[in-house]
């Protein structure tokens, strides 16, 4: 007890320390996905299929050049029409990135092991300076 009372600055220290590490993860950092350059890369080596998981009117808004919009409420069933090889990189994106974090569970759990979400939606892309078209 006397350690305690004695050595309290360094038990605060310990704990503000790791709660410092668990703010990146409540944040939503820790979710990970790819970035826009990795995302190019993807596509145009490995013929990656970009899926937008936005509603319509989102997606007419503007979008990653290229993508198919699959609703993410339609995912399940839209999928495998949309991206028939599953041996085949699927980048799913949204306008902030929380969506295509949970379409990624979706096409995970349908068989394609190679799906990854872009890292901050299609702000990210435009923050990048990347092309966005509109329908």
């Known amino acids: 007890m006397n350690f305690i009372l004695d050595n309290w600055y360094l038990i605060f220290l310990a ?9 990146p993860l409540l944040k939503g950092a820790g979710m990970g996905g790819v970035s826009a350059a990795q995302a190019v890369q993807l596509i145009n080596r490995e013929k990656a299929v970009v899926i ?13 050049g290229g993508a198919k919009n ?9 999928l495998p029409q949309v991206a028939k090889n599953k041996a085949v990189p ?3 994106v949204c306008a902030k990135g929380a969506r295509a974090q949970r379409a990624v569970g979706i096409a995970k759990g349908l068989g394609y092991d190679k799906a990854q979400a872009l890292a ?9 300076s990347m092309p966005v078209e509109k329908a």
């Not at 509603?55 to 990653?64: D, T």
């Open 15 to 23: 704990l503000a320390s790791g709660a410092m590490l668990l703010v």
């Open 52 to 64: 937008d998981v936005c509603e319509p009117e989102e997606f007419a808004a503007g979008h990653v």
């Open 70 to 78: 699959v609703p993410l409420g339609q995912l399940q069933e839209r």
């Open 90 to 92: 699927v980048i799913l």
């Open 120 to 128: 901050g939606g299609l702000a990210a892309w435009k923050a990048a």
